[in-house]
């Protein structure tokens, strides 16, 4: 298998296991916290499905995608802390917004290799729709947080 495509989920993964991580921290004790310390083992989960789904199809890890990853979650946090605090509504909804995104590309990837599996014996390795299904469950985890900050962020007085 030729594709970078799992090598590029592989990175967002690893950049979302750190974005989660640090709204878990400055949201610790709450049930926002919660939620997201659910969500990066969650994603840490998949993360390790991922990397044994690419050992099987012999496809290795990118050095310079990982790397990649985490200058991007640093920018990303640069850019979080700077339009608000750690604690704050705003980042709140960007970090979810932007998990939510991850989820989908995820679940998306599940999809086309369980679609590319129905032609590829190589590739009916994992279970995609069990996968898939786990991701939905997340998006939908992702969401509530989501609307609850989006409420927060844009009715608070300024």
């Not at 090598?7 to 939620?35: K, M, P, Q, R, S």
């Not at 990066?40 to 790397?67: C, F, K, N, W, Y």
């Not at 640093?74 to 998990?99: F, H, M, N, Y």
């Not at 679609?115 to 991701?135: D, H, K, S």
């Amino acid at each position: 298998m030729q594709n970078s495509q799992p090598l590029n989920h592989l990175a967002g993964a690893v950049a979302a296991i750190e974005l989660l991580t640090h709204i878990e921290a400055a949201h610790a004790g709450t049930a926002t916290g919660h939620c997201f310390a659910e969500l990066r083992a969650d994603v840490e989960a998949d993360r390790q499905e991922l990397e044994a789904l690419m050992g099987q199809l012999h496809i290795p890890v990118s050095r310079s995608r990982a790397a990649m990853a985490f200058l991007v979650e640093k920018a990303t946090q640069l850019k979080l802390r700077l339009d608000d605090s750690a604690e704050g509504a705003l980042r709140l909804l960007e970090v979810s917004e932007a998990v939510a995104l991850g989820i989908e590309g995820k679940r998306a990837l599940w999809g086309a290799l369980a679609a590319a599996a129905e032609a590829a014996p190589a590739l009916q390795v994992a279970g995609y729709a069990r996968l898939a299904q786990r991701a939905e469950e997340q998006r939908q985890r992702v969401e509530t947080v989501r609307l609850e900050a989006a409420r927060a962020a844009f009715t608070a007085a300024p």
